[in-house]
């Protein structure tokens, strides 16, 4: 039995139930059989029990048509569902099986698992992305990479007109500051130089004689 062989390696139960496809609880409930009695109580514990569907016979016919894959049988995908395996087991063996009947089939008697498929484009032309790739693609990054170098080239230019025009401005500036002390100097005629300084206002201080 497969629950026998992976209680001996050791699996915990939880991974048992999953994959004979049983209850946890009974999973334990076989596991306590198999520590007080080996593998014999579990078959004791078996034959007890209601006989399955399939007998050894059946289910290596269904191995070997489910191994044919699933377009050989019809199916336009390769790949196996409970609905299709239900449908080939019927084929193969005359017999119905409900879709956890099939569950318990596919991880118990015969020890599959569950595989989820690779998603991929139909459209998908290998030939057509190895060409791709090694013709268009270095151009395409070539070219990525100059119009990049240009778009840091005229940034650097940009960068040093609007220098350039701050630094006129800022002479310009200079110059607009000096004409007023000018005009005050001529206007006083006194001596060259700044403006007179304003009368400080606000805060007094006393003074004591």
Sequence with gaps: MRAAELFEQGRPSSEVARAVGMHPESVRRWKRLWEQGGVQALRRRSATGRPPKLDDAQVEAVRTALEQGAQAHGFEADLWTLDRVGVV????????????????????????????????????????????????????????????????????????????????????????????????????????????????????????S
């Design 89 to 208: 087991v019927e084929r193969v063996t005359g017999v119905t099986l409900a879709r956890a009947s099939v569950w318990r089939l596919l991880t118990g008697r015969l020890g599959w698992s569950l595989q989820r498929p690779r998603r991929q484009a139909v459209e998908r032309d290998e030939s057509e992305i190895a060409r791709w790739v090694a013709h268009d693609w270095p151009r395409i990054k070539k070219g990525g990479e100059e119009t990049c170098l240009g778009r840091v080239l005229r940034r650097i230019r940009c960068i040093a007109a609007v220098r350039g025009a701050s630094q006129v401005r800022t002479s310009r500036s200079y110059s607009a500051l000096a004409a007023p002390a000018e005009l005050e100097t001529s206007r006083d005629g006194g001596r060259a130089g700044l403006p007179r300084r304003r009368p400080r206002t606000g805060r007094r201080y006393l003074s004591w």
